[in-house]
């Protein structure tokens, strides 16, 4: 399975070989989720301001609160 | 802690090999290592360093002059602004631990923004300042790299996902696991105590479960072949980001009462004697005018408060997970700057821990304090744990300077029912016996019965 793993700058700490692999193999199903779910936001928050509503969505590049749930 | 081995170093400054801390007459300095500049340069330059330091982020730092602590290595030498007092996660409540946890993943969801990523997720380098989460390691930052997935993964799973997920969902006490896990609970372990359930949570599944078991199943490969590298593009890379960022923001904890929970409600007290013991604790710290102080025992912060409001750093311990939640909460609404909330069990505190006993501090190394408070504690310790009178005294003696203690006798229906189901073998137990046994520590300054109740209110003073 070494043959899936990337050419790493090396890190102070283990990385291990299995939470790279995780990445990897996760990587691309989240990444599309992630792509989606801004596309989402983007196209709800424009739908919203040519009807006049208040913006529908947050922005794509936005935080989450350290306190969201307190 | 400084080390022993390397004075002047501390303690828990040795893993990262692009710089460290040092203490140089009495002042926290952090020696920038030659190798780390370039990335030093960028966080400065990419204006990412003035960003999460203007969201109270990542802790403030000065450039000096001064000479390298190890001149060898070092390039350059910063002085941090020191924290008042230095928590670790495994005496922090659920709330606390998400806060750090998602204030994490922010930092590099920021890092990322401007080009460079946090090559650590060590639980140990955030801290609670002025009522938040901030980065305490400056040097935790490195330039991204196209392509490279992110190196702290695995880390931040098992230092902030597994023990949430412990918490949230089996038992709010699992965060104490951090305490002997001290690199994270380690993901094959919290598969298992998570149970079949947690895998119907897709993140769960994926960044626990599925997670452990690649960690299993590649445990023993090699580096990589030669000319085989693989490249995780930047969408997978706040894929995961946002995914982590979900499921930490998922994990809630649903928390059944505890004993202690209601405290305050099911307290014997009278209004009468609860005003005037609130009165007497007020006055008491405006004599001993300290400028920090630890409140032992503290509950959800009733009496913490009259401390913290009147400009005091206080440190709020207690034992039971949801006073300190409840605490924590409404240090949150409040945005109280001054108090922090702590779990704390005082028959076992925090003791040192970690590489050669000195890489975490036990609560008696924090310390001294200017003022300790054990308002209705004492009962707890010497009845309920049975330690005698002479080493309760000791043990405060020596985490702070003046005390203010409260003695409730065995009258008290408190204490009654700490000795319901057992012989009462405390035949020193008395205020007699208490004023003997803290008079040989400390010189009584005050001592004032309070109002409606057989308790007494104590200042001492260090003799």
Redo the contacts between chains.
């Keep these: 399975m070494g043959a899936t793993l990337p050419m790493l700058h090396p890190a102070y700490i283990d990385s291990g070989t299995g939470s790279l692999v995780c990445q990897f193999l996760i990587g691309s199903l989240l990444g599309l989720v992630f792509i989606l779910k801004v596309f989402w936001r983007n196209l709800t928050s424009t739908v919203g301001r040519w009807f006049g509503k208040r913006d529908a969505g947050t922005p794509a590049n936005a935080e989450p609160k350290a306190d969201s749930e307190e | 802690m400084t080390s022993t081995h390397d004075p002047g170093r501390v303690a828990s400054s040795f ?4 710089g460290f801390l040092f203490e140089r007459n009495g002042v926290l300095l952090r020696q920038v290592n030659s190798g780390y500049e370039e990335h030093y340069r960028m966080l400065l330059a990419s204006g990412l360093y003035e960003e999460l330091v203007a969201a109270g ?1 990542l802790v403030r730092h000065e450039e000096t002059d001064e000479e390298p602590s190890l001149p060898s290595a070092g390039s350059r030498v910063i002085r941090p602004e020191r924290l008042p007092f230095i928590s670790y996660p495994y005496e922090w409540c659920f ?1 606390q631990f ?2 750090a946890a ?2 994490t ?2 930092i590099q ?2 890092a990322f ?1 401007k080009g460079m990523v946090l ?2 997720a060590s639980a140990y380098n955030i801290q609670f300042h002025r009522g ?2 901030v980065l305490i390691d400056t040097l935790s930052f490195a330039a991204y ?1 196209e ?9 931040f ?1 098992q230092h902030f996902l597994a023990p949430l997920a412990l918490m949230a969902r089996k038992d709010a006490r699992c965060g104490l696991m951090s305490r002997q896990f001290i690199d994270g609970i380690p993901l094959d372990l919290a598969s298992r105590l998570l149970g079949w359930r947690s895998r119907l949570s897709p993140r769960l599944l ?1 960044h626990i479960h ?2 452990a ?7 023993q ?5 030669p000319g ?6 930047r ?6 980001l ?2 982590l ?1 979900a499921a930490v ?1 998922g994990l ?1 904890w649903r928390a059944k009462e505890t004993p202690w929970g209601d405290y305050y409600r099911a307290t014997n007290y009278s209004a009468d004697a609860f005003a005037h013991k609130r009165h007497l604790v007020a006055e008491f710290l405006a004599e001993a005018n300290p400028g920090t102080v630890w409140d032992l025992g503290a509950n959800e912060g009733e009496f913490s408060r009259l401390a913290a409001t009147a400009g005091r750093f206080t440190v709020a311990f207690d034992l039971d997970p949801l006073a300190v939640e409840r605490n ?2 409404q240090v ?2 409040g945005q109280e700057e001054n108090l922090l909330p702590l779990l704390m069990d005082l028959t076992n505190p925090s003791p040192m821990l970690g590489w050669a006993n000195s890489e975490r501090d036990s609560l008696a190394e924090r310390g001294p304090v200017d003022c300790v408070m054990a308002l209705a504690l004492v009962h707890h310790l010497a009845i309920a744990n049975n330690v005698p009178l002479p080493q309760v005294a000791g043990f405060l003696a020596a985490l702070g300077e003046s005390l203010i203690i409260e003695f409730v006798p065995k009258g008290d229906s408190q204490v009654q029912r700490l000795l319901g189901a057992r012989e009462d073998v405390f035949p020193d137990y008395d205020e007699a016996g208490f004023e003997q046994a803290f008079g040989q520590r400390f010189a009584i300054a005050r001592k004032e019965p309070i109002r409606d109740s057989s308790r007494v209110l104590y200042l001492m003073k260090p003799r």
């Design positions: 893993r990262d090999p692009s982020l709330g998400k806060a998602l204030a993943l922010q969801q920021r923004a090559k650590d938040k989460p790299r392509g490279e997935p992110w190196q702290a993964y695995r880390q799973c994926l599925l997670h078991r690649l960690q299993k199943r590649h445990e490969d090699g580096p990589p072949r085989t590298a693989r490249t995780l593009g969408a997978a890379f706040l894929g995961i946002d995914s960022t923001q809630v924590w909460c949150q609404r």
